[in-house]
């Protein structure tokens, strides 16, 4: 039984984008529908039996018509391809208001075959080419639906996510309780584990959600445990594998250098215990790249020595997404020759170019500036910061004294 997991599509970021006048669309909803493509084309060559989507299909809870229509296409190709399709509820699917569908909604409201959508905690029995398999499927959950305002009255925070902590501790436990042993089984889930390294999606999100701990998860009735919502793909254990895949697609610097993708999972249906492998296939996600330059205030030619730094990176600049970062002394500032510098970047899909004007600071002597100290208490000040001996201290300034004094006379 082969099986695809992704996660966090997030169709309907654009930012770092233009509109493409072939298409009428931003390029960067063409990144991640390249991407996507990528997976699914992939599904369909290699004649996958599941594919497992683990939540946050869209930016907002609100997409566009289009963005709507480009993810429908997709999954419309697997689903009449015979390919079973679990799709997962994530954060950013769920309406601001509870009464309210969610995007993904459609999917099963016009019962389209081979999609099965996850808005609840539930157990899902799914037969596919390479058999029956069970998935645990555990969505983004609201507070509301878990804790009722009686219990949540006069708790802080802390208090709260501990609480949701331990209900979905429970939802986890109770569905993997229900399980035929007898069939495979997977839990997908769109929740946080307090082991995963973060990546740039949660750095506004800590402390704000419950996070969960790697026991509650990795149970040993489930042979494979699909995440979502960390952007960063990684392994959390091997026995049973607990996984996150990542999202398909870069979002900002923040995700630079993680490598983007999904993971194929192939189960043995047999067996006790059944036999789980597991690999990550990357795809061909937009690249970010940063070029850092520090310019000393002796630079004769700052914008040689910037250009300079761009072409070693000139390979990785086409296509790119790239920012210039420039440490420059502010007596440099007015030579750079900045249309020489954009044009160094032309071939990079989308350039930023980001100034730290180093303002020189004066040298402060204790109290006093360089402009109130005498000469020869200056040359003692030095003489004492740059670790000399008293003894030859006491000798360089009987020499400078007299210097200073032959000087003024």
């Not at 597991?278 to 070029?291: G, Q, S």
């Amino acid at each position: 039984m082969k099986i695809t997991h992704f996660a966090d599509l997030h169709l309907g970021v654009e930012t770092y984008g233009h509109i493409d006048p072939a298409t009428g669309l931003s390029s960067r909803l063409n990144d991640f529908l390249a991407v996507f493509d990528e997976l699914v084309d992939y599904a369909l060559k290699n004649k996958v039996d599941l594919v497992l989507f683990c939540g946050d299909a869209y930016k907002s809870r609100e997409p566009t018509q289009t963005q709507q229509r480009e993810f429908a296409r997709r999954i419309n190709r697997l689903a009449t391809a015979s390919i079973p399709v679990f799709i997962l509820t994530g954060n950013h699917d769920l309406p601001n208001a509870v009464g309210r569908a969610t995007a993904t909604e459609i999917f099963d409201t016009l019962a389209v075959k081979n999609v099965y959508v996850a808005n609840k905690p539930d157990i899902y029995r799914i037969t596919t080419p390479g058999g029956v398999i069970q998935v645990v499927a555990v969505p983004w959950l609201r507070r509301s639906s878990l804790l009722s305002r009686e219990d949540t009255k006069n708790l802080d925070l802390e208090k709260v996510n501990h609480m949701m902590q331990e209900a979905i501790t429970q939802v986890i436990s109770s569905k993997a309780a229900a399980l035929d042993p007898s069939l495979p089984g997977i839990l997908a889930a769109h929740v946080s584990i307090g082991l995963a390294k973060a990546g740039s999606e949660s750095m506004m999100s800590i402390g704000q959600e419950p996070v969960l701990l790697l026991s509650t998860v990795a149970l040993p009735v489930f042979d494979y445990v699909a995440l979502g919502h960390i952007h960063k793909q990684q392994v959390l254990s091997e026995s049973p594998p607990v996984v996150y895949a990542g999202s398909l697609e870069r979002i900002d610097f923040g995700e630079e250098n993680d490598e983007k993708g999904f993971y194929v999972v192939d189960i043995q249906p047999e067996g006790n215990p059944r036999q789980v492998s597991f690999e990550f296939h990357p795809v061909k996600a937009r690249r970010f790249l940063t070029i850092s330059v520090e310019l000393k205030p002796e630079e004769t030619d700052p914008t040689s020595a910037v250009l300079a730094a761009i072409k070693t990176q000139q390979e990785k600049v086409a296509g790119a997404i790239v920012r210039l970062i420039l440490k420059i002394p502010s007596s440099l500032e007015g030579n750079l020759r900045n249309n020489d510098i954009k044009d160094a970047l032309k071939e990079a899909l989308n350039f930023t170019i980001a100034r730290e004007i180093q303002h020189e600071t004066r040298l402060r002597l204790g109290s006093r500036t360089i402009e109130e100290i005498t000469p020869l208490d200056a040359l003692k000040k030095y003489l004492e910061m740059q670790q000399i001996s008293p003894e030859r201290q006491k000798v360089l300034l009987e020499h400078g004294k007299k210097l200073i004094e032959g000087k003024e006379s």
